[in-house]
C-alpha cells in the first residue's frame, strides 16, 4: 500500500515522486514509455522566467504573466544552485536593426533583470555594433544598430529527470518506467488504485494507494476521463519543433534570441553540445508520444535564421530535428496556442483523481510543491509530515560536484563528457576505464557508460540510452544510426536477449531513428 502513486515520468511526475519522498510519503511512479520520453526531453533546455511572457504582461497589464515570469525567475536561480553539473547560466545576444528597437527591447530586459532581483545570474547591456558582431560574428552586418546582451539559465532536461528520480528512489521511492497505466481501481465511487502493465515482463500489475495523482503533461485529458468518461477536457495541447545544426554556420559561444518573428513569437539559437539548438515553433496540435516535425515548421525556423544571421543554411544542413507537446490548459479557446499562458491548474475530482497540468519546465520544483501540499491537505494521512524540502536540497550526482570538479581533467574529452552528464557520479565510470571501448568515439560514448547507465538509470531499450541518457539521437540521427547496433548488442549480452530479440529490439529502434524520434 503506498501513500501516492504518481502517472507520468516527466518533470513534473519526478518532482512530485521526490517532494512527496522528502516529506516522508511512501511513493510509486509509473511511466507507460521511458522517463522523459515525451515533452519533458524534448524542450528548449532553457530555465528561463520567459522573455516573451514579460511583454505580454506589460503589453497587456497581465498580472498572471507577470506572476508567471517573476516565479520562473526564481526558480531558474533554484535549477542551477541544486542541479550545477546539469546548468548553467548562459548569455543571449538580441541583434537589432531598428533604433527605435532599442530602448524597447533594452528596456524590457532590465524590467527582466530586476524582477530577478538577488537572484539575478548577469547583467544585461546595450553593445555597439562591433561588439555585436565580435559577439555573434555571423549575425546580419547590413542596417545593424546594435544589440542587447542578457543572462539567462540552461540546463539538461532529460538528465534533470533522472537526477530527480535518482534523488527520490534514494528516499525509497519506487519507479517503473515501460510499465503503463491501464485503469483505475474503485471503492464506492473513489480511487484506491491501478493497474498497470509491464511491457519488459509482459505483466499486469495491482497497487493500492490513499491518492493518486495525473502528471502525464498534455495526456492529461486521456487519464481524466479513464476516472470520468463524461468529464470536460482541460488540454489544449501545441507542437513545438527544434532543429540542430553544426556549430560552424552559428560561431559563437552566446544563446541567440530572434525577437520578431512570422507569427510573433521568439526564437532561440543556442549552443548544445557542441551544436546550435534552434527553436521553437508552436502549433496546434494532437497529442502523440512521438509527434512529427513538419516540413512547413522545419522552413519556418530556417527561414527566421536565415533573415537574421549571413547564412543560406537549407534543410539538408540539419543533423536532427525533434517535436515535442506543450501541455497548455484551455483558458482561452478563441486564442491561438501561441498566446495561451503557461499557468498550471490542480484539480481533484470527485473520485478523487488529482491532476497537476500545464506550467512550464522551469517551475517544475513550484509545480511539485503545490501539488504535494494539496494532497497533504486534501488526503487524510496519518503520519507527521515534513514541510517542502526542495528550496536548497541538492540533486543526487551534485552532492559532491565541487570536489569531483577538482579531480576532472577537463582537457581529456572523455572525462569532460561524462562530468557533464554524471556529475559526482562520473568518477566511478572514469575509473572502471582502462582502455575506452568506444560505441561512439566523436562523442566520447564508451561501453562502460552504458553500463553503468543499464545498472543504474532503468535503461531497457537502446534509446532509452541514445535518445535520453546520452541525447546523441537530439543532436545527430547519423551518428545514433551509427551507434545501433553496438548498443543493442551490449544490452542484448546484458539482459541475455536471443539473437531474434537483439535483431527486433535493433529493428524497433532503426524505425523510430528514421522517423520521428
Known amino acids: 500500500m503506498y501513500d501516492v502513486i504518481i502517472i507520468g515520468g516527466g518533470a513534473t511526475g519526478s518532482g512530485i515522486a521526490l517532494d512527496a ?74 541583434p537589432l536593426y531598428q533604433y527605435f528597437e532599442i530602448p524597447y527591447i533594452y528596456s524590457g530586459l532590465i524590467l527582466y533583470d530586476l524582477l530577478s532581483g538577488r537572484y539575478s545570474i548577469g547583467k544585461s547591456k546595450f553593445l555597439p555594433p562591433q561588439k555585436t558582431i565580435k559577439e555573434a560574428p555571423s549575425v546580419k552586418k ?27 528512489q534514494k528516499l525509497g521511492a519506487k519507479l517503473k518506467n515501460h510499465t503503463e497505466f491501464k485503469e483505475f481501481i474503485f471503492e464506492n465511487g473513489k480511487i484506491t488504485g491501478i493497474k498497470a502493465y509491464d511491457k519488459i515482463k509482459k505483466e499486469t500489475l495491482t497497487f493500492k494507494a490513499k491518492c493518486v495523482i495525473n502528471a ?18 482541460i488540454m489544449r495541447p501545441s507542437r513545438g519543433i527544434h532543429i540542430v545544426i553544426d556549430k560552424k554556420y552559428l560561431p559563437t559561444n552566446n544563446g541567440l534570441l530572434i525577437p ?23 502549433v496546434e496540435a494532437k497529442t502523440e508520444i512521438h509527434p512529427k516535425v513538419t516540413d512547413e515548421e522545419i522552413e519556418y525556423l530556417l527561414k527566421q535564421v536565415n533573415r537574421y544571421f549571413d547564412t543560406d543554411l537549407k534543410k539538408e544542413n540539419i543533423l536532427s530535428s525533434f517535436a515535442g507537446i506543450r501541455p497548455l490548459v484551455n483558458k482561452n479557446p478563441n ?69 569531483t570538479k577538482e579531480l576532472i581533467d577537463f582537457s581529456n574529452p572523455l572525462e569532460k563528457h561524462l562530468f557533464s552528464l554524471y556529475g559526482d557520479q562520473s568518477i566511478e565510470i572514469i575509473n572502471s576505464i582502462q582502455k575506452p571501448d568506444f560505441i561512439s568515439e566523436k562523442y566520447f560514448i564508451t561501453k562502460k557508460e552504458l553500463l553503468y547507465t543499464l545498472k543504474n538509470e532503468w535503461v ?28 543493442t548488442e551490449i544490452m542484448g549480452e546484458f539482459f541475455g536477449w536471443d539473437e531474434n530479440e537483439i535483431y527486433e529490439e535493433y529493428q524497433e529502434a532503426l524505425e523510430i531513428l528514421n522517423g520521428d524520434i
Open 21 to 94: 519522498s522528502l516529506r516522508g510519503l511512501k511513493v510509486l511512479l509509473v511511466e507507460a514509455h521511458d522517463f522523459a520520453e515525451g515533452t519533458s526531453s524534448r524542450s528548449t533546455k532553457l530555465a528561463h522566467g520567459g522573455v516573451r511572457y514579460l511583454e505580454a504582461a506589460v503589453k497587456h497589464f497581465d498580472k498572471s504573466q507577470y506572476a508567471l515570469v517573476k516565479e520562473g525567475l526564481l526558480e531558474r536561480f533554484k535549477i542551477l544552485k541544486n542541479a550545477p553539473h546539469l546548468s548553467g547560466k548562459l548569455s543571449f545576444i538580441t
Open 142 to 168: 547590413a542596417n545593424l544598430k546594435g544589440s542587447v546582451k542578457y543572462y539567462d539559465g540552461r540546463f539538461n532536461d532529460a538528465r534533470m529527470v533522472i537526477a530527480l528520480l535518482k534523488s527520490a
Open 216 to 233: 502525464t503533461g498534455p495526456f492529461s485529458d486521456f487519464i481524466r476521463k479513464k476516472a470520468d468518461p463524461d468529464i470536460e477536457e
Open 260 to 282: 520578431k518573428t512570422d507569427d510573433g513569437r521568439v526564437v532561440f539559437i543556442l549552443p548544445y553540445k557542441d551544436k546550435c539548438l534552434v527553436g521553437t515553433t508552436d
Open 335 to 403: 486564442a491561438p496556442t501561441a498566446k495561451l499562458t503557461r499557468e498550471h491548474i490542480i484539480e481533484k475530482l470527485p473520485c478523487n483523481l488529482v491532476t497537476i497540468t500545464g506550467g512550464k519546465w522551469t517551475t517544475y520544483r513550484r509545480m511539485a510543491e503545490e501539488t504535494v501540499d494539496f494532497i497533504v491537505e486534501n488526503f487524510n494521512f496519518q503520519k507527521p509530515l515534513k514541510k517542502c524540502l526542495t528550496n536548497n536540497y541538492r540533486l543526487f550526482e551534485s552532492e559532491n560536484y565541487e570536489k
Open 460 to 487: 531497457k531499450k537502446p534509446l532509452d540510452f541514445i535518445v535520453r541518457r546520452t541525447q546523441i539521437a537530439l543532436i545527430d540521427r547519423k551518428e545514433a544510426k551509427n551507434m545501433l547496433q553496438k548498443t
